[in-house]
Every structure is written in structure tokens, then in C-alpha cells.
């Protein structure tokens, strides 16, 4: 399926995560999905909110044991720091598309950050993001979902 993919794709934030984590089942798919960025025919993309969700991420309960704040930074900047990978920055278009998807989708709470991001590939023409929170994305009109770890 990853292989297939062509054009503009999306990272999520917890494909990253595994892909620092090397005793994790997820890690080795996560790291084929970071190679994607080699091929000429796939943009990979982030958006810099992906790099700050890390940190809580690799620094909390759930990462046993949580990462310290150095080497949280020293992961995300590692992969900040990766050629053929295009960031995007979040603006104030932006986060008034995030709005509007969260009244039309009446998202409240948390999954305004999801929003975001759909917000932001929507306004970059990402088509495709993977993530292993598809249904946090499906119902976004524009917007395929892949859990690349199926």
C-alpha cells in the first residue's frame, strides 16, 4: 500500500514518534514510511505542529520510560533535520480553516489539533496523510487516510 502512494503525504505525529523508538513493534514501518522522502514521485511532509506534539508525547507516561527533555529535543530535531522532508508552518489562515472544520464537523476539545492539520493539508493540497488515528481524519472531505502499520 505505502508503496503505491505518489504526490503529497502527510506524516502524522505518532508515525514519528515511532520511528524514534527503536524497542517499539512500529519502528521499522515507521522508518520505511520516513524513507518515502527519497523517491521523486512522493513530497513527504510535516507541519511544525507535528514537531511540538512530539515532545509531550516522548516525554510522558505513556513512553515507558519517558524520554528526558534532551532527549526529546535531540529526537525531534534529528528529525526536523531530515533532507527531502517538507515543513510547513501553521498561519493565521490556517487556524481559521481548523475553525471552520470543527464547527462544520462539531469537533470540540482536543481534536481541534487534528483540525489543524487537516487544515493545513487542505490549504498545501496534501491529499494523503498516515496515521494511525484514521478516524480522526476520515470524515474531512479532500483528505485519504492510511494506517501504515495495517
Keep these: 500500500m505505502i508503496a503505491d502512494l505518489r504526490g503529497r503525504i502527510l506524516v502524522d505525529t505518532n508515525v514519528l514518534i515511532y520511528a524514534t523508538l527503536r524497542g517499539d513493534v512500529r519502528y521499522e514501518k ?35 520510560p519517558p524520554d528526558s527533555p534532551e532527549l526529546a529535543r535531540a529526537k525531534i530535531d534529528s528529525i526536523a533535520g531530515l533532507d527531502y522532508l517538507t515543513i510547513f508552518p501553521l498561519s493565521l489562515s490556517i487556524t481559521r480553516r481548523a475553525l ?11 481534536q481541534y489539533f487534528d483540525m489543524q492539520l487537516a487544515a493545513m493539508m487542505l ?16 470524515p474531512i472531505e479532500g483528505i485519504r487516510t492510511m494506517n501504515p502499520f495495517l
Aim: glycine share 4%; proline share 3%; hydrophobic share 30%.
Design 123 to 138: 490549504e498545501e493540497g496534501i491529499g494523503v496523510i498516515l496515521t494511525e488515528n484514521v478516524k480522526d481524519f476520515e
Design 30 to 64: 515507521a522508518n520505511e514510511v520516513i524513507e518515502l522522502r527519497h523517491r521523486k514521485d512522493v513530497e513527504l511532509c510535516l507541519s511544525v505542529q507535528n514537531l511540538a506534539e512530539m515532545y509531550p508525547n516522548l516525554t510522558g507516561p505513556r513512553n515507558q
Design 100 to 110: 471552520q472544520l470543527c464547527e462544520r464537523y462539531s469537533i470540540r476539545r482536543q
